[in-house]
């Protein structure tokens, strides 16, 4: 999902790009990098940002790792997440060697059923180090996987577990425009995870932001040079966040424009496809239009032949214990292709699914 930088201001800011081993005494990088990091505790976090910390990361997967690693101990090692939950969230539990549970959501609501997660948590309690919610789910776009709780909040504090906001797509482009997940305006939340890269247009570029300073004392002391954001290396993303510092300067409610812009070319394509006869999984909400298949075969089918046509899809596949979802999905996101060429372009990608659909003949029964 690459976004698009002005070329003029990353060539602007390329001498970043160069700047090798830089300790953490670099006062330019330091000084850039919390800078950064404050803009976006203050715009997209539920914190102010004199009690808040982050880090910064090369994307959203590196940070969700990041919070699983921060968070476990040796007596907490189970981390519970929905089926929604992006990828990342798996491969860390893997890595890190903590235990996922992995709930199903409901297929009609998309939703965890909240007695289901609340029971999960009274079997596993103490246990538990982190409850991953995500805030803008990456296959269906829609506003969260674990719906907003006041009895969950109120389990984890007594329990000590942390709550994790994974709002690598959602925290920037949805809350922006309405209908966002309450999560992100959560004060007892720990950590978020917000992926600037996407919508600033150079890639390299993920938060972990948390509340208090206390996540940031886990991590260990870099041998090499000192210091906290060093263990996790030292010449991280300086390009990518001088150049998104130089966007957010010179562009005034730049997010606001590019989700508002996202949000009505999908909901343009929702209409469309509409007419033709075509059904979403479920309604935009966000830059995302999940389009429904018959089957995972029609799925793969459906790609392939729009992918003919010169349209690159993603495919969506939930898969419950009893349930299997699938389709394919347009992620409309502030490339030119999209904010520029637009009509023409949609025009000719809603008329390559259209005749996909109709191409595709009905197996015999
Ligand atoms: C919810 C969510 N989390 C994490 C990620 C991973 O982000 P990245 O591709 O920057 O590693 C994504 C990417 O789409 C996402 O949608």
């Not at 890269?197 to 932001?209: D, P, T």
Request: aromatic share 8%; net charge positive; glycine share 8%.
């Amino acid at each position: 999902m690459l976004s698009y930088a002005p070329i003029s201001t990353v060539k602007k800011c390329l001498g970043f790009a160069f700047l090798n081993l830089v300790d953490d005494s670099n006062c330019e990088i330091k000084t850039m990098r919390n800078n950064f990091i404050n803009y976006f505790i203050y715009n997209f976090s539920p914190w102010n940002a004199k009690n808040s910390r982050g880090i910064v990361f090369s994307g959203g997967s590196e940070a969700n790792e990041a919070s699983l690693y921060l968070s476990r101990t040796k007596t907490k090692n189970i981390v519970v997440a929905s089926n929604l939950s992006h990828t990342s969230i798996a491969n860390g539990c893997q890595k890190l060697k903590l235990k996922l549970i992995s709930l199903d959501v409901n297929p009609r609501t998309f939703l965890v059923d909240e007695a289901q997660i609340l029971k999960t948590i009274l079997k596993y309690r103490s246990k538990i180090s982190l409850i991953i919610i995500t805030a803008g789910t990456t296959q269906l776009g829609s506003k969260e996987d674990i719906g907003y709780s006041k009895k969950l909040i109120a389990l984890c504090q007594k329990y000590k577990i942390r709550i994790h906001v994974d709002g690598a797509y959602g925290a920037i482009v949805m809350r922006l425009i309405n209908n966002y997940s309450k999560w992100l305006d959560e004060k007892s939340i720990s950590s978020v995870t917000i992926d600037p890269h996407k919508f600033l247009g150079i890639m390299g570029c993920g938060l972990l932001l948390f509340r208090g300073k206390s996540i940031s004392q886990n991590c260990p002391e870099a041998i090499y040079y000192q210091g906290k954001n060093t263990f996790w290396g030292t010449t991280r993303s300086s390009l990518a966040v001088a150049v998104g510092l130089e966007i957010i300067k010179n562009n005034k409610n730049y997010f606001q424009k590019q989700a508002l812009t996202c949000l009505k070319k999908a909901k343009g394509i929702e209409s469309t496809l509409g007419k033709q006869g075509i059904n979403l999984i479920n309604p935009v909400n966000s830059g995302i239009v999940p389009i429904k298949a018959k089957n995972q075969r029609h799925a793969k089918l459906l790609i392939n032949l729009i992918g003919n046509k010169g349209f690159k899809l993603s495919p969506i596949a939930i898969k419950g214990k009893d349930y299997g979802i699938y389709g394919l999905r347009i992620t409309v996101t502030p490339r030119p292709i999209f904010l520029n060429l637009s009509k023409k372009i949609i025009a000719g990608l809603c008329q390559a699914i259209t005749q996909s659909f109709q191409s595709i003949k009905p197996r015999n029964p």
